[in-house]
């Protein structure tokens, strides 16, 4: 696609970077995957319906648990939002080992893009427990005592640098999302990807980065058709504001929009 003055080969090469990198940070790279199971890990064969594939799996050595289409979806969204001039940063809330982060940042080095950062949002400590009173929605949601949910933020860190990703134009954000994203609210975003899993961390995502995110950007939503509180967030946060941008399915658990109008002042 047109985004800079670049030749063909100069693209090949960029789409044959871009595809090398979704394939190493799924874990697709090879004909077999490694996987947890209750009797520990096991490897599976990866054919186009494996879990790993789709992103439906806890993988072992993956930098995200999103699947190829969901990593397609990014490139997708940042691809249109550089070729329109859409103006803005990048954001994932919920970043686990950081793997989709990298995708982005890895899409701006492709490019050629120096304005522009990716913030990584994340306690860096696994999930918060549900806050009843500001979110009784979450009660049966009991992620938080899940260890393997947890990254702490020098491991992500050493895998962007791992990937020669790590630069200043990657920010992390470290914390609950109650306490760090109101910080956030006059960034002005054209990506905001949202995998937080619970109705509180939908909506803190929501009400912090919604208002900041430019017309003409995405909102992506990791976790939409698999977790029904990060639904239910997203449904009641769009009623509130009157929100009809048609929302896309990505795949068995992801969904998109793009913001076609500011939200009423």
Request: glycine share 8%; with cysteine; net charge negative.
């Amino acid at each position: 696609m047109p985004i800079s003055g670049s030749d063909d080969a100069s693209a090949e090469l960029r789409q044959a970077y871009l595809h090398l990198l979704k394939r190493s940070l799924t874990d697709t790279m090879h004909e077999m995957s490694c996987e947890m199971s209750p009797n520990g890990v096991l490897l599976k064969h990866l054919t186009p319906t494996h879990p790993r594939w789709t992103g439906e799996d806890w993988p072992t050595l993956a930098e995200t648990m999103a699947g190829v289409k969901r990593l397609e979806c990014v490139q997708h969204c940042v691809e249109r939002v550089l070729e329109d001039k859409v103006p803005g940063d990048f954001i994932e809330t919920g970043v686990w080992r950081g793997g989709t982060t990298m995708f982005m940042r890895g899409l701006l080095k492709a490019y050629g893009i120096r304005d522009r950062s990716v913030y990584v949002a994340d306690s860096f400590q696994g999930l918060p427990p549900p806050d009843m009173a500001r979110y009784p929605q979450d009660e049966k949601i009991a992620l938080h005592t899940v260890p393997y949910l947890a990254a702490p933020l020098e491991q992500v860190r050493e895998g962007f640098s791992r990937y020669g990703l790590l630069d200043n134009q990657v920010v992390f954000i470290e914390g609950f999302f109650q306490i760090t994203l109101p910080r956030l609210r006059d960034r002005t975003w054209s990506i905001v990807r949202l995998d937080g899993d619970m109705y509180g961390s939908t909506m803190d995502g929501l009400d912090n980065l919604y208002p900041g995110l430019s017309v003409g950007g995405y909102l992506i939503l990791d976790d939409y058709y698999h977790v029904p509180e990060s639904a239910q967030a997203t449904d009641d946060y769009r009623a509130r504001h009157g929100i009809t941008d048609p929302i896309e399915r990505v795949d068995k658990f992801s969904a998109v929009w793009r913001k076609a109008k500011p939200l009423p002042s």
